[in-house]
């Protein structure tokens, strides 16, 4: 897909947020378009006062729950033989889709959030929860919440860059896997303290039941 990148900057240079709408669809219908691209230049093109962020938020975040949702559907209706059979003329790779399908097997639900913010899982984790047929109302939560974050870290990557925003292409990589490690440390952090206040109330509710 490397060829096509002029072709989807132009797109989005010309067409503003329809254009990253689908292709953020696009993306998140398994066709394998790297979103710091898609996002990355609407960063810079936030930066350039030729988009505004919260408008390109809107653009990505409906752009890639639309796709999202026909991925799930394609694996929930077609299932892993029809993905497997029709996914080449897609540009889909089998590996790509087991790679999604292991995470999947490993991590059931939770893996629709987490992996949002992982290279090349976020792209097909839509099919493995089709394929499960998972409660479709957990999908799109789950894949909301995840998919949030990342898009709205892209983009104001993109937008503090500036003119440099193709940087972001060669560690985009490398950033998912910090931002994912920070997601959980915080995750576990909001935990632990969650539980220590519901035992601390606890504590004080005996306390008082006893006098």
């Not at 390109?56 to 999202?68: D, E, H, K, N, Q």
């Not at 974050?149 to 993109?158: D, E, R």
Request: aromatic share 14%; glycine share 10%.
């Amino acid at each position: 897909m490397e060829q096509f990148s002029t072709l989807f900057l132009d797109f989005i240079a010309s067409w503003g947020y329809v254009a990253v709408a689908i292709l953020m669809a696009a993306e998140n219908a398994c066709i394998p378009i790297p979103s710091e691209l898609i996002l990355g230049f609407a960063g810079y093109l936030i930066f350039a006062d030729q988009m505004t962020f919260a408008g390109a938020l809107t653009a990505g975040m409906v752009g890639g729950m639309a796709g999202s949702i026909f991925a799930y559907v394609v694996g929930h209706k077609g299932g892993r033989t029809f993905v497997d059979k029709y996914g080449h003329y897609f540009f889909i790779k089998k590996s790509h889709v087991d790679i999604a399908q292991n995470w999947f097997d490993k991590y059931g639900l939770k893996a629709v959030f987490f992996s949002r913010m992982l290279p090349v899982v976020r792209t097909f984790i839509s099919l493995p929860a089709g394929f499960a047929h998972v409660d479709i109302k957990k999908f799109l939560t789950l894949t909301f919440a995840g998919s949030l974050p990342w898009t709205a870290l892209i983009l104001a990557a993109g937008m503090m860059l500036g003119k440099s925003w193709q940087v972001m292409l060669g560690y985009g990589h490398t950033a998912s896997l910090v931002f994912v490690g920070v997601c959980a440390v915080v995750i576990v952090v909001m935990y632990i303290r969650h539980r220590r206040k519901k035992n601390a109330r606890e504590r004080v509710m005996v306390s008082e039941d006893a006098e």
